[in-house]
């Protein structure tokens, strides 16, 4: 990992740490006008509290690189203090407040593999597989023609999560969801 990026090293995805505050370059353009210098005109993610701003960088400047690390952990279980997580390299324990996991808490199942983003050490955010398979809880039931429509009907997950399924899922059918936007993938087979 480099300590500082130059503009010319700028990609998708890399973390930089701008007055303090880790962020990740969402999109970014190099621009050489036909009059005066090149800059770099970029979108960053602010890794703490997920806004994007956007920031013009001038040819030749060098921006610190963030302090960030990955680490594999295991989902535990949720109590008053928050989510518990297990590194499964060295057993060590933390706990991530409700408010740093957000909307995601609702596809956490105990013992699921994440990706836990630190910080200078600090936990900031999780990130859950792309997909995950949950079982359907309570839905509607299917009536005899709900298919030809295509139509969907709201389900509440194993979770406490609520998706859009087809007609034809019932209760107790376990679901392949995309946690980026909350949607139904297929259903699948036992």
Do not use: C, W
């Not at 960030?68 to 057993?91: A, C, H």
């Amino acid at each position: 990992m480099a300590s500082v990026y130059p503009t010319n090293e700028f990609k998708k995805n890399v973390k930089l740490e701008i007055d303090n505050i880790p962020y990740s370059i969402v999109e970014f353009q190099h621009v050489s006008p036909g009059k005066g210098s090149a800059f770099t005109r970029t979108k960053l993610k602010n890794l703490l509290n997920g806004n994007v701003i956007e920031r013009t960088f001038k040819s030749g400047d060098r921006v610190p690189a963030a302090n960030v690390e990955m680490k594999e952990m295991q989902f535990l279980f949720k109590d008053n203090n928050g989510f518990n997580f297990m590194n499964s390299e060295n057993y060590e324990q933390i706990v991530i407040s409700v408010e740093q996991i957000g909307e995601q808490s609702n596809f956490m199942m105990d013992n699921m593999s994440v990706q836990v983003l630190f910080y200078n050490d600090k936990p900031i955010t999780v990130d859950l597989p792309t997909f995950v398979e949950l079982t359907v809880a309570e839905t509607a039931p299917a009536f005899k023609g709900d298919t030809v429509t295509g139509g969907t009907k709201p389900a509440k997950l194993e979770t406490g999560a609520m998706v859009n399924v087809p007609f034809h899922i019932s209760e107790g059918d376990k679901i392949r969801v995309d946690t980026r936007d909350s949607s139904y993938v297929e259903k699948v087979n036992k």
